[in-house]
């Protein structure tokens, strides 16, 4: 047997005396004790090795412990009969993504998919195994069927085009069960590689380009058992065979049987293949098509095809962020944020690396196994005054050296607190005589504080407080030498002040003398201002006199 071995980017034949390295039977997708490849989809014990039936699950589509599973995809038409998935002619495997088209319409029978579906394992080596299958609604006439692996996520959109590109290293299984007398199923495996203009022959061999876009990995028998080793094979229920007909676990019609839920001859498809051996690299893969073709050449037209999603590797992160806490110097808030890592695909994650964009921290938590969960924390200041979304993101390989291409984010909003300032200010008075070189004259005198009552309880500091008098100048001091200027109050803290005037006459009210004073500030974290007045009367004569 030939094979290609494509890992970290670099093809390297595995041909010759080298595949006693490729370890015969431990890496073979058939008789495996994992998955049934015998051309039906009945579950033959109720243990492992499991088959279609199994993960269907009377339509649960959740059994047989698979790593990633597509579920039984139905392609049945709409309800005015027609199928709402085909291509549009012209169509070819060759073509980038972007050249594809679909629409509502009909294949011809034999080509008309009811249901396809895909599942992933991994044996007992820690290799990547995908079974992939698909039934048809006619038996009659040649089964050419492709099964793409899509790294990149692809997307059926509504105005027929579809959404999405081919990357290199996309995988391409031909299964070509020809009817014709003498006629031998075949099996292919190629990957998209955009450095193949053409193929280097008419025959090319293991490793050269078989196509344009297209560099072929595997050539040969198709049927399961065909080789004891086989990393990749294909086998379907053969007329005549132990299988012919078989029953069908979901909802079936074919147009060549009377009996519902029954596969007649030939009628349903089903494979496997061994990604780490064949294929190499980190077999993270996004989407998956099952197509029909109109014969086995690589400019064959497509007609058929379903496609679904079918992430092999997949890591998601979760993000919180606190309300944030004004930090020590008042000048910004200080957030604590959190989260969780967890790898929700098929294999072990490498080299995750969790990076908080907001903070500029990262967090390195190493290898996560399949289903396996890591926490993350930290805390970072920000001086935005305003709430803002704070960005997180992940990032792992799928092999010890390999690329960082398993990615997710997440973000959360990170309010700063509501904070109130509060400033209070007292006053009081008193009036006297004293002699001026104009004779005898009234003057009152004022005193009193002003203090930071903020009542938060992370102690809060007021700047920029001043005290003004609408009568006379404010001081700091008794003998009122300093003027009160502006100062800060920390949180319960008061500054006393003083002052004095000469008064020009008295209130209306009678023989009283009457000033305000007022305090501002504002909190220093946010500069909301605060203010706060006071009044005093002082009567000409105070009691007693």
Avoid at 158 to 170: A, K, L, R
Avoid at 259 to 265: L, R, T
Avoid at 473 to 496: H, N, R, W
Wanted: charged fraction near 20%; hydrophobic fraction near 35%; charge should be negative.
């Amino acid at each position: 047997m030939k094979m290609l071995n494509l890992k970290q980017g670099a093809l390297s034949l595995c041909i010759g005396a080298v595949i006693s390295l490729c370890s015969p039977h431990a890496y073979a997708v058939h008789d495996n004790g994992i998955f049934e490849l015998e051309g039906n989809a009945v579950q033959d014990a109720m243990a492992a090795p499991y088959d279609w039936e199994t993960l269907y699950n009377g339509g649960l589509n959740n059994g047989g412990n698979a790593n990633a599973f597509t579920g039984i995809v139905n392609d049945e038409p709409n309800a005015s009969g027609v199928d709402d998935s085909i291509f549009t002619g012209g169509r070819k495997d060759i073509q980038d993504i972007s050249d594809w088209g679909h629409k509502s319409g009909s294949s011809p029978d034999k080509d008309e998919i009811t249901n396809a579906y895909a599942a992933a394992y991994n044996n007992a080596a820690g290799d990547t195994i995908v079974y992939f299958g698909a039934d048809r609604i006619s038996n009659k006439g040649d089964a050419f069927m492709g099964f793409w692996f899509f790294k990149k996520h692809i997307e059926a959109n509504p105005d027929g085009s579809f959404m999405g590109e081919h990357t290199n290293g996309d995988v391409l299984v031909l299964t070509n069960f020809p009817q014709a007398n003498n006629a031998s199923p075949e099996i292919r495996v190629d990957v998209w590689d955009d450095t193949c203009g053409k193929a280097a022959n008419n025959n090319p061999s293991v490793g050269e380009c078989d196509a344009k876009n297209l560099r072929l990995l595997y050539k040969g028998a198709a049927i399961c058992g065909s080789e004891s080793d086989d990393l990749v094979c294909a086998i379907t229920n053969d007329e005549g065979g132990a299988y012919d007909p078989t029953n069908s676990p979901w909802p079936y019609q074919s147009k060549n049987h009377p009996d519902p839920n029954v596969f007649p001859y030939e009628s349903i498809f089903e494979g496997g293949i061994n990604l780490t051996q064949l294929v190499g690299g980190d077999n993270c893969f996004s989407s998956f098509m099952a197509e029909t073709r109109s014969s086995s050449e690589f400019t064959a037209t497509l007609k058929d095809w379903v496609l679904r999603d079918f992430e092999l590797c997949s890591i998601d992160i979760t993000k919180q962020c606190g309300q944030g806490q004004v930090n020590e110097a008042e000048d910004g808030y200080v957030y604590e944020y959190s989260g969780v890592v967890t790898n929700d695909g098929s294999g072990t994650l490498y080299n995750v690396l969790v990076t908080d964009l907001e903070a500029g921290q990262t967090h390195a938590l190493g290898t996560l196994a399949k289903g396996e969960t890591a926490n993350y924390s930290g805390t970072f200041e920000s001086t935005s005054p305003e709430g803002f979304i704070n960005m997180v993101e992940v990032s792992a390989s799928a092999t010890p050296a390999g690329a960082s291409t398993v990615t997710d984010t997440a973000s959360s909003e990170c309010d700063p607190p509501s904070l109130s300032g509060e400033i209070s200010v007292s006053k009081v008075c008193e009036s006297n005589f004293v002699e001026t070189n104009a004779g005898v004259i009234a003057k009152v005198s004022f005193s009193g504080q002003v203090c930071n009552i903020t009542t938060e309880a992370q102690p809060l500091t007021l700047a920029n407080v001043s005290v003004t008098d609408d009568k006379g100048d404010v001081y700091a001091d008794s003998e009122m030498t300093i003027p009160f200027g502006t100062v800060e109050l920390e949180q319960d803290e008061c500054k006393p002040y003083y002052g004095s005037y000469i008064p020009t006459a008295f209130e209306e009210s009678g023989q009283i003398f009457k000033d305000t004073v007022l305090a501002t500030g504002e909190l220093k974290v946010t500069g909301d201002p605060v203010q706060d007045t006071a009044f005093a009367t002082c009567p000409i004569c105070p009691e007693g006199e």
